[in-house]
């Protein structure tokens, strides 16, 4: 009996992409879960991939008809690893194709968002997630997350800018949605929160939750540039900062129900999250 082919996930043991392969498996669905160590995960097939060794991208497609797509982090150009796997994961078989990007790159932007552009030409059958930033920022192992642990602070130069801020586990439901549903989306989709909020007014809510007090330091632009270029690239930094210059500008106020029409439900508020991931 010839198995069902199966979607490949990659970055498994990520935020969005652990996520993901955890709902695909619960629908029954045959999963490759692709991560540089190849690590086990319950009911899937774990793989070895990395974006920077083009020998295991056959491995990795083998038997694969769909592909979740988490670009690699830091790279201020995925599109020159990105481009060539997806003209082999194409040639392999692969018909459908889920990219997670952000929505505050647009299609032909920089960095992943010339992958975005390209995707069309490629797939007859695609998606690209742009979702707004992350709830998890604030409860994993993010920068903030950690200043919030170390420091009792979120340090930013978005000002009293707000932002739909989303959960991963909704980002993820709506991937299963682009990858399996009959019909693919064949377009982008921006996802939100229900609301949108400052750093302010994450702040509170976090005082509120885990009852010790945490505090938003406004940064300006120059010093979050700064702050970030002690950690990673200068350029990578530089676009960071420019991009909580641009909350604070006015452009992640927004909401949409993309959530809710992909899935059937409200998308879920950052109350409810951080009740559920912080209140322990």
């Known amino acids: 009996m010839t198995s069902a082919p199966a979607t490949l996930v990659i970055g498994a043991t990520g935020t969005t992409g652990s996520r993901t392969a955890a709902q695909l498996i619960a629908a029954g669905r045959r999963v490759k879960a692709a991560s540089r160590r190849g690590t086990p995960l319950a ?3 774990p793989v070895r991939f990395d ?3 083009p020998a295991g991208f056959g491995d990795a497609l083998d038997d694969a008809d769909r592909v979740y797509l988490v670009p690699p982090v830091g790279d201020p150009d995925p599109a020159a690893v990105m481009l060539p796997f997806l ?4 040639a392999a078989g692969v018909r459908r194709a889920v990219l997670l990007s952000s929505s505050a790159i647009a299609e032909g932007g920089p960095t992943v968002g010339q992958v975005h552009r390209a995707l069309p030409r490629l797939f007859d059958e695609w998606a690209v997630l742009r979702p707004s930033w992350f709830m998890q920022n604030f409860t994993g192992t993010h920068a ?3 200043g919030i642990r170390n420091d009792r602070a979120i340090l930013t130069a978005a000002g009293t800018g707000r932002v739909g801020f989303v959960d991963a586990d909704d980002i993820a439901a709506v991937a299963v949605r682009a990858l399996t549903d009959d019909r693919a989306p064949n377009t982008d989709l921006v996802l939100t929160g229900p609301e949108a909020l400052s750093h302010d007014d994450i702040a509170a809510l976090l005082t509120e939750v885990t009852g010790r007090p945490v505090v938003h330091r406004h940064l300006t632009y ?4 700064d702050r970030l270029a002690e950690a990673i690239p ?3 930094a530089a676009m960071l900062a420019g991009m909580d210059r641009a909350i604070a500008e006015g452009a992640e106020d927004r909401t949409t129900d993309t959530v809710q029409r992909l899935t059937g439900r409200p998308a879920n508020g950052f109350r409810a999250v951080a009740d559920r991931e912080l209140s322990a």
């Open 234 to 236: 200068a350029e990578f």
């Open 87 to 90: 003209e082999q994961a194409r």
């Open 51 to 53: 974006w920077y060794d």
């Open 222 to 225: 120059e010093a979050m540039r």
């Open 43 to 45: 009911g899937a097939e």
């Open 144 to 146: 903030h997350a950690a």
